[in-house]
């Protein structure tokens, strides 16, 4: 069945970095587009980065010129590079398969302090 398992949390200081990574299994990863999305305590989930099949990339505002997606198909695993994190950063990130958008992984907590 199809799974995808996040994994790279933790708990940082503000400024620093961290690299979160999702593995998926189940379907043909390269043909899917993939996407990171997070929730923070009390907040709805939202979308932060997508990738597509071809490596085309989109980001939220929020996020843009300090996080970066990336995917290894070869690998079945896709990237969320996040740099000068910021405390309005911490929240539960979770990937997503747009072929499969009811499928969820358990998630990975980041917590950045101040």
């Known amino acids: 069945q199809v799974q995808l398992v996040e994994s790279g949390g933790g708990l940082v200081q503000a400024g620093r970095s961290l690299r979160l990574s999702c593995t998926a299994s189940g379907f043909i990863f390269s043909f899917n587009a993939m996407r990171w999305y997070r929730q923070a305590p009390g907040k709805q989930r939202e979308l932060v980065a997508s990738?597509?099949?071809?490596?085309?990339?989109n980001y939220a505002d929020s996020v843009k010129g300090r996080f970066t997606i990336s995917r290894d198909n070869a690998k079945n695993t896709v990237y969320l590079q996040m740099n000068s994190l910021k405390p309005e950063d911490t929240a539960v990130y979770y990937c997503?398969?747009?072929?499969?958008?009811?499928?969820w992984g358990q998630g990975t907590l980041v917590t950045v302090s101040s």
């Open positions: 990738i597509t099949s071809g490596g085309k990339t």
């Open positions: 997503n398969a747009l072929g499969y958008p009811e499928i």
